[in-house]
């Protein structure tokens, strides 16, 4: 009996008062995911802007005569030059048309 009073009295001191918290302002989390927004932003969005833009010049400054790799990895000849697509001489009596969007590097350029 004594020594479950003890228990009480030992456990009834270590006991925390309730202290109020206050929530967490809401500036914080907007702080937050504005970094976490603007990190990704220039880790991975704007190099990849900048790789499409000059894979856009590398496109519009192809011509006849370049020799180029698809992004099948054929390598071929351009020929000729139409609007949304090149001709492609892969072979010698081989020609195949390709969609700009599938040349992926110049091999050769030629001098114009």
């Known amino acids: ?18 202290v109020a918290q206050q929530p967490p302002s809401i500036w914080n989390s907007v702080i937050f995911m504005a970094l976490i927004f603007g990190a990704m932003y220039f880790l991975m969005i704007a190099p990849q802007r900048k790789k499409q833009k000059e894979h856009e010049k590398l496109l519009a400054s192809l011509s006849s005569g370049d020799e180029v790799l698809t992004t099948g990895g054929i390598f071929g000849t351009i020929t000729n030059v139409k609007d949304d697509r090149f001709v492609v001489r892969i072979a010698d009596d081989t020609k195949i048309e390709l969609g700009k969007g599938f040349i992926q ?8």
């Open 105 to 112: 590097s110049v091999v050769k350029k030629t001098s114009s």
């Open 1 to 18: 009996m004594l020594l479950d009073r003890a228990f009480t009295v030992l456990f009834a001191q270590t006991e925390a008062p309730a």
